[in-house]
Each structure stands twice: as structure tokens, then as C-alpha cells.
């Protein structure tokens, strides 16, 4: 006797492809994967028809409680994440609002606590390593279940200053830290690369001269300084014997140089987000909004990464999701806050645009959204694929349904999507947590509390 069996649809895996089959799921886990049709008795039966069935996207990089306080975010974001058919989220944590880093082992059973009992759906957590403490408790992080780390090369000196962070990773921290980590296979150094010595003089100057908007602020963070971060973290990475994961590459440059660098050390891993695969420098129609960092490139800059993401060069597709509202992006760009949300639109984005548009593959978007960020990060195979024993995690997806992008049906407690306007053809209608259904149709149907925090 199953618990819940879905007919009629399509399954879509990044590993065994797409096929149609009947899924059926017991105890939270995936039991069976039946010829189509076959008889199976079960508690629930769901018609799956003319509907593809994904496994709940695995989304990599987020940042929960940025902006306020982190059990409310964690309730709204992951309710947003159950919408837009992620299962998974995992978020860089560290001390925001400009708060003095401290180390985390103190912390760390408050944020377990308040992830089970209110997240939408399963949590994951990074730690950002910003000061020598937080870095000599590597190992107790790692045997505790939170086994990959942000070290954030920008953020220093003057380029910290505007962003109200308390950032001391020198290369020392950062050396050291790989050595700890390259002791262990399964964990990982994530490194936002961005030269931050470069970056405070380019944007004094391009302020100075009275320059505003996203162009402004790609000048004042070219993509050379990312380039160079991209060089040196993977030289330190290749003596250390680190995993090093590469989050928001956005810029040619960057690829290039991490791809260069893939040649001699293959324990490189590259992820790139939506907004770099979907805007320009020179889309002032949502101006402050797009504001993130490393920048909104080129046209030209998007384009490859495209290219990048389609040969499979880049392997993960992320959000850096911020829950920030419209009131924190006014003023100029340097006023404006960074950040912006964007799990619910993930998946209908990258069927619009990846699979529609540019003919990527149902499997290759599963991989992308799914079964890439879950090997990188260690949970692989019980989250990011569709098989026999793996959680049910689940979407259901209507790769036709058309629908027009309005931040009041995302769930976020943001006010605004960069979609904001925008027809998206692909949407998840049904989201199933470990067998459980916790949305449909753009609405939460579970209470808060199904998600649990997950030891990797
Ligand atoms: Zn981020």
C-alpha cells in the first residue's frame, strides 16, 4: 500500500532522462517508479496527465534574514520557494545588518530549531567565514552537518564600508580555510569573487563623477576584478586540495578564467543566477531593483553564460534570493539596498527562457535547477533526483501553462519580482515535500513547520 501515487505524467530526471511512468511514494520516500497505467494500490491517487513531474528544485544559494529578522524570513521565503516548486533551499548564513561576526557553534541549534519548526520546505545552511574565529571552527561546522562555506573575497576596507559589512577575510583566512576544508571530500569553499581594493577605487571615481544606474555600478565592479578572484582562489584551491564552488559568475571574464583554470584542476564547480541570464547593464526598465553584486553585465556577458550553462560548463543556476522590498531600493544605485527575490520565479523562468527559447532539454533543466546543486552540496541522491528511496520531494509542471508575473502571488514578503509584468511559460502547480503536498496552484496549502533542516 502506497501513501500517495502520481498518475499519467512524465518524469523528468537529471540522470535517467525523461519517461513517462507513475510515481509512487511511501513514508516520504519515492517507493516506485511503475510502468504507466499499472495498478497500485495507494491512499492517494493524483493525475499527473499532460503534467511533468520534477524533482523539487534544489536552490543553492539564498540569503535568509538579510534584510529582518531570520524565523520570519524563513517562513515567508521558503513559503515563496514552495510556490515556485523548490524543496530545498539552501542559505548562506552569516551576521547581517552590519552586526559584529561571531562564531556560529553557539548559534547553530536556534537556527536548526527555528528552521523545523517554521520553514515551508528543507533548509540546508552555509556559514559566510568573515573573521579568524568563525574559521578555526571549520571542522566542528562540518561534523555538526554544515559542511560548505562563503568566504567573500569583496567586502573589505572601503567596498565593506558600503555595504555595512564586517568582513576581515584576508587570504590568510581564506588559505587557511581551504587547507581545513580540502581535508574533507564532501565539503566546500564557496568564494564570491570580487577584487575588493579595485572595486573601492573604481566605484569613488565613477561616483565622483556623478554617474548613476545599473551601468554605473557595472563600471564601478568591472569584470576583471572578478576575473582576477576567479585566478587567484583557484591557485590557492589547487594547492590546498579544496572543492571550490564559485557562486554568481556572471561575467565572461570570470567564466573564462575558471574554465581555464578546470583544465589542470577539476575540483571546480561554477553556478550562475537568473538575473545574469536574464538582464543587462542596460535594462534601466527595473533600474535599482536588479541592484546585486558582482553586477548585472553585458549583453554579450550574458550570452556566454548562456552558452556556458547549455555546454554544461556551469552546472548550477541559483537566485542569491534577498527578501528586500521596494522602500529599500530607492535613491540613487549607491543608496539603493543589493538584493532582490526570486525563488518563485526560478523554475518558469528557466523553462521560458532555457527550454523554450533556447531548447534546453526538460533533463537538462532538472540537472541545472536540481540534481547539480544537490551533488555539489552533498545531498545527492535523497534530494534533486526522482528514484527508489530518494525523498518525494516533487513538482508537478505545466511546461505550457502561461501566466502573468505579479510579486502579490509569489508569497515572498518582498513587494516586487524582476519578472514583475512578464508572461513566463512553465509553471509548477503542484509542490510535494517528502510526499506531502505543501502548495498548489501558487498557494501554500501545508501549515509552516514542514521543512527540516538538512545535515549534509
Ligand atoms: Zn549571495
Redesign the pocket.
Known amino acids: 500500500m502506497f501513501d500517495l501515487v502520481l498518475q499519467g505524467g512524465t518524469v523528468v530526471d537529471p540522470v535517467d532522462g525523461v519517461y513517462p511512468g507513475d510515481v509512487a511514494v511511501r513514508g516520504g520516500r519515492v517507493a516506485a517508479i511503475l510502468e504507466p497505467g499499472a495498478s497500485a494500490d495507494a491512499k492517494g491517487k493524483v493525475s499527473a496527465k499532460g503534467k511533468h513531474i520534477f524533482p523539487g528544485c534544489v536552490e543553492p544559494?539564498t540569503?535568509i534574514g538579510y534584510a529582518r529578522n531570520f524565523a520570519d524570513d524563513v517562513e515567508s521565503e521558503t513559503g515563496s520557494a514552495a510556490i515556485g516548486g523548490v524543496t530545498t533551499v539552501m542559505s548562506?548564513h552569516r551576521h547581517y545588518q552590519s552586526a559584529q561576526p561571531k562564531p556560529y557553534a553557539e548559534d547553530l541549534p536556534g537556527l536548526i530549531e527555528t528552521i523545523n519548526s517554521r520553514a515551508h520546505v528543507d533548509m540546508a545552511l552555509h556559514f559566510g567565514i568573515l573573521i579568524e574565529d568563525q574559521m578555526l571552527e571549520l571542522e566542528k561546522y562540518i561534523a555538526a552537518g554544515v559542511s560548505s562555506f562563503k568566504f567573500y573575497m569583496a567586502y573589505r576596507g572601503a567596498d565593506g564600508k558600503t555595504t555595512g559589512m564586517i568582513n576581515e577575510c584576508d587570504d590568510g583566512i581564506l588559505f587557511e580555510g581551504f587547507k581545513t576544508i580540502g581535508r574533507f571530500p564532501h565539503a566546500r569553499a564557496c568564494v564570491?569573487c570580487e577584487n575588493t581594493e579595485i572595486i573601492g577605487r573604481y566605484t569613488k571615481r565613477i561616483k565622483a563623477e556623478g554617474r548613476d544606474g545599473l551601468a554605473a555600478w557595472n563600471a564601478a565592479r568591472p569584470a576583471f576584478a572578478e576575473a582576477e578572484h576567479v585566478r587567484r582562489a583557484a591557485f590557492f584551491a589547487e594547492l590546498t586540495n579544496c572543492h571550490l564552488y564559485y557562486?554568481?559568475i556572471g561575467a565572461r571574464e570570470g567564466l573564462e578564467e575558471a574554465l581555464k583554470h578546470r583544465q589542470r584542476y577539476d575540483k571546480l564547480t561554477i553556478e550562475t543566477c537568473i538575473h545574469y541570464l536574464t538582464l543587462t547593464k542596460d535594462d534601466e526598465h527595473v533600474g535599482n531593483l536588479a541592484k546585486v553584486t558582482p553586477p548585472i553585465r553585458t549583453k554579450s556577458d550574458k550570452e556566454r553564460i548562456w552558452e556556458g550553462l547549455m555546454k554544461g560548463e556551469i552546472s548550477t543556476v541559483a537566485t542569491?534570493h534577498?527578501c528586500v522590498c521596494r522602500a529599500q531600493k530607492q535613491g540613487d544605485i549607491w543608496k539603493a539596498m543589493p538584493g532582490f527575490p526570486g525563488m518563485a520565479t526560478m523554475l518558469p523562468v528557466m523553462l521560458s527562457e532555457g527550454h523554450h527559447r533556447r531548447g534546453m532539454s526538460l533533463q537538462q533543466i532538472a540537472q541545472v535547477t536540481a540534481g547539480n546543486a544537490a551533488k555539489a552540496f552533498n545531498v545527492y541522491p535523497q534530494k534533486g533526483t526522482i528514484r527508489v528511496g530518494a525523498d518525494a520531494d516533487l513538482s508537478i509542471v505545466d511546461v505550457n501553462l502561461e501566466r502573468v508575473v505579479d510579486a502579490k502571488n509569489l508569497g515572498s514578503a518582498s513587494d516586487f519580482s524582476l519578472q514583475d509584468g512578464q508572461t513566463l511559460k512553465g509553471w509548477p502547480v503542484a509542490t510535494y515535500l517528502r510526499g506531502t503536498l505543501v502548495a498548489r496552484d501558487g498557494k501554500l496549502v501545508a501549515k509552516p513547520g514542514q521543512g527540516r533542516f538538512i545535515k549534509r
Open positions: 544559494h540569503h548562506f564570491h557562486v554568481h542569491d534577498c
